[in-house]
């Protein structure tokens, strides 16, 4: 056996005892690899979110809920850092992640390439997207490497107050005029089928899986996933006493699950490729706070480069 | 004094928090850096909290149903009382920063003032917000620093910046009739009695990193009277569209 099969078989040992990998653990180069894919495409995906709840921050309907978006927003900035620290340390830079986002290489959740067109938009981000991010989040705080289970930890604790924000924001809506109560439909309409869809495609069609499984990176497949989060949700739909736009639908008693229609797999596949609604401007955005702070970036280095200096003369005189 | 002097006085002290809030949240998510990024929100964040706590003082004394959301939402434009300084557009990171520095040292100064005020919710307001508004100029400040005494780019941008916005700084300074008043009463702050100090701590900052100021030349400014530039009647189309567009329901 080459020492190289042997180290393998020792990891593979390790994540099966359900011990946790850390930065200078040996670890198979296919395994910083998928973590730098995995963790910063959820980094990216945090501040590329930002934007279409950003969005609303200036009209949002009272002080209330400004502050309450305006807070949710900045979680999302803080869980962005968090998560490029956790990139970083498998070897990776910030501006190297930075560059992979802004050049189209690496992805982001396709459900920040949907607009929000109105303040029940804020509302079902919070409850359908947010509720299905923390899905696959709780899973994520029992993952294999270290670092990322511990940011996940407590990126959790915050989305789940940021989930309970937006179902609140529904319930305030449907509890409201009949004009609240069909922008909270439309914000619905809009947002469950995309929603669904961030579970990733269906097992069958999904290449990284099995071996995502296999490290522990993953414990639960996209579909097993997809269904949690109908089954969680298509009751909380019920109270609120809107209707979910998929006919099909229904409690299936035997399986013990939710039924539920066909996902339209090519718009799915549309958005992921740069053809969804606002995939050109979330990204131009990111890259024009990039570009229009680069100056800033470059002073607060020159700056500290000059009070380093000064700092050093006055030790040595 | 009669209640209409108080709540006039308490938007005067709430809008300057309520517009410049509303300007650093338009950032929200373009920032620089992240960590810029989370600060300004932090500092609108904090600024909305302010203004949460004067506009329901306000929305209390007004009575009529009035609600901090109505006192914030359903003026016209005549009626909002903020400087013009703070209704500034974001034209580029160091006017954000401009901007931000010049309205600190002017709020810090007020807030300590203001701690003494013999209405108690006014003197609470100023022992809270103050720790706010210090560390708000321990962060402009010293970005103000960076900036100017960072590179060749960074020093000319920020030195348009100051160019721009320094004529505006001495309406903040200079009294319109109803501080005089809140001063008299014990209440309020004559911002003339700031000027000095005001001057002092925006010039030593500026000298430090070689930026240039024009001796009092002031601008017609007139926010604190309710004549604002025309960027301010975009601010509020922005920031009453939902209530003015739905009026009367709960959100």
């Known amino acids: 056996m080459s020492p190289e099969i042997k180290l393998e078989d020792a990891f593979q040992a390790r994540i099966d005892d359900e011990q946790k990998i850390e930065p200078k653990d040996w670890m198979p180069e296919k395994y910083r690899k998928t973590h730098i894919r995995q963790i910063s495409q959820h980094a990216h995906s945090e501040i590329v979110g930002m934007l279409p709840e950003g969005n609303w921050i200036t009209r949002a309907p009272s002080l209330r809920r400004k502050v309450g978006l305006l807070a949710k927003v900045q979680d999302e900035a803080g869980h962005g850092l968090y998560l490029y620290s956790a990139a970083e340390t498998l070897g990776i830079s910030r501006d190297e992640l930075f560059d992979q986002l802004h050049t189209g290489k690496a992805k982001y959740s396709s459900i920040f390439n949907y607009p929000t067109l109105s303040w029940a938009d804020i509302g079902a981000i919070g409850w359908l997207v947010d509720g299905a991010a923390i899905i696959n989040q709780v899973m994520l705080t029992r993952t294999s490497y270290g670092p990322y289970a511990r940011a996940m930890v407590r990126i959790c604790k915050e989305e789940s107050f940021h989930q309970r924000q937006g179902y609140e924001i529904m319930l305030t809506l449907c509890q409201g005029t009949p004009e609240q109560k069909a922008m909270a439909q439309d914000a619905l309409n809009r947002f469950w089928w995309p929603s669904l869809m961030m579970f990733g495609p269906r097992d069958a069609e999904s290449p990284n899986t099995e071996q995502s499984v296999k490290w522990k990176i993953k414990r639960k497949t996209n579909d097993e996933l997809r269904q949690q989060f109908i089954d969680i949700t298509a009751p909380q739909a019920e109270y609120l006493g809107i209707t979910i736009p998929d006919p099909d639908l229904k409690w299936n008693e035997e399986r013990g699950h939710y039924d539920f229609g066909e996902i339209n797999w090519d718009e799915f596949w549309q958005v992921v490729k740069g053809n969804g609604p606002c995939n050109k401007e979330r990204l131009q955005a990111r890259v024009d706070a990039w570009e229009n702070g680069a100056w800033v970036r470059e002073a607060a280095v020159a700056y500290g480069n000059k009070k380093e200096k000064e700092s050093i003369k006055v030790k040595t005189a | ?251």
Not at chain 2, 169 to 190: A, D, T
Not at chain 2, 233 to 241: M, P
């Open chain 2, 1 to 251: 004094m009669s209640n209409q002097k108080l709540y006039q006085y308490l938007l005067l002290l709430g809008d300057n928090s309520l517009i410049l809030g509303h300007r650093l949240s338009e950032l929200c998510g373009h920032g620089p850096s992240l960590e810029t990024d989370i600060a300004l929100t932090n500092m609108s964040l904090d600024l909305y909290g302010q203004v949460r706590s004067y506009f329901q003082y306000a929305a209390k004394i007004k009575g009529d149903n009035s609600t901090e959301d109505s006192v914030a939402f359903l003026r016209t434009e005549r009626e909002y009382h903020n400087s013009i300084l703070v209704e500034q557009e974001n034209k580029d990171f160091a006017h954000v920063i401009v901007r931000q520095f010049f309205f600190d040292v002017y709020h810090n100064l007020l807030l300590d003032k203001l701690k003494s005020s013999k209405d108690e919710i006014i003197a609470a307001i100023a022992h809270k917000s103050i720790k706010e508004s210090d560390y708000h100029l321990r962060f402009s400040s010293q970005w103000v620093r960076r900036l100017g005494g960072g590179t060749v780019i960074s020093h000319e941008k920020t030195q348009a910046a100051v160019t721009h916005l320094y004529p505006f700084i001495h309406e903040l300074v200079s009294p319109i009739p109803i501080e005089k008043e809140m001063q008299e009463l014990g209440i309020g702050i004559n911002p003339d009695d700031l000027r000095d100090e005001y001057f002092n701590q925006v010039q030593e900052v500026l000298n430090e990193v070689n930026l240039e100021y024009a001796e009092l030349k002031e601008r017609f400014a007139r926010g604190k009277t309710g004549i604002h530039t025309e960027q301010l009647g975009y601010i509020l189309g922005e920031l009453q569209y939902m209530q003015r567009a739905y009026p009367n329901m709960q959100w």
